[in-house]
T-cell receptor, first 113, second 113 residues
């Protein structure tokens, strides 16, 4: 059974804090993704990774960084959290070839105060 | 600009009716197409995917793809109140093996008892 897990369902942080969001998949997928989702703005891609230690910027990478040291784990880092980063964060993974269907984790609702 | 367009809705149908959700995409070279269902406050869940022109059926769901007209649709037969959700269309337009998908904004479906 496909499984993507995220470290927290709800998180509250203060402005300026460094925030780590972790994502783990057990499907041996090569590709992993971080999105944020806000009302009226849809899913927006922050960063993605197609291999260990490889990363590419998505549509809105500013204020974020990522780390992928192991195939199954992809971390999103907010270097200095700001209130405009309050959002739902979704991690996803997918395999190679035509089977690019992405499987999503449950999401982390982050509130920055 | 690679785009996926969906009518935001809401699309309202009575219980037992057929719901028809549509999606158009900009890149004629797109190869794979996905439909996700997202309940409020939850993460997207893959319903089905389609690669070839024509219809693909899975239970009450049918995906239809017309590459010449650049649209993909999802039909839900015998709609149930539990089908009320936002439906996201996603398209693999990006060449290479990164697995990156372009998501539409989603169509909200309301099934009324």
């Amino acid at each position: 059974d496909v499984k993507v897990t995220q470290s927290s369902r709800y998180l509250v942080k203060r402005t300026g804090e460094k925030v780590f969001l972790e994502c783990v998949q057990d499907m041996d997928h090569e590709n992993m993704f971080w999105y944020r989702q806000d009302p009226g703005l849809g899913l927006r891609l922050i960063y993605f990774s197609y291999d260990v230690k490889m990363k590419e910027k998505g549509d809105i990478p500013e204020g974020y960084s990522v780390s992928r040291e192991k195939k199954e784990r992809f971390s999103l880092i907010l270097e200095s959290a700001s209130t405009n980063q309050t959002s739902m964060y979704l991690c996803a993974s997918s395999g190679q070839g035509l089977s690019y269907e992405q499987y999503f984790g449950p999401g982390t609702r982050l509130t920055v105060t | 600009q690679k785009e996926v367009e969906q009518n935001s809705g809401p699309l309202s149908v009575p219980e037992g009716a057929i719901a028809s959700l549509n999606c158009t995409y900009s890149d004629r070279g797109s190869q794979s197409f996905f439909w996700y269902r997202q309940y409020s406050g939850k993460s997207p869940e893959l319903i089905m995917f389609i690669y070839s022109n024509g219809d693909k059926e899975d239970g009450r769901f049918t995906a239809q793809l017309n590459k010449a007209s650049q649209y993909v649709s999802l039909l839900i037969r015998d709609s149930q109140p539990s089908d009320s959700a936002t439906y996201l269309c996603a398209v693999n337009m990006v060449p290479g093996n990164t697995g990156k998908l372009i998501f539409g904004q989603g169509t909200t479906l309301q099934v009324k008892p």
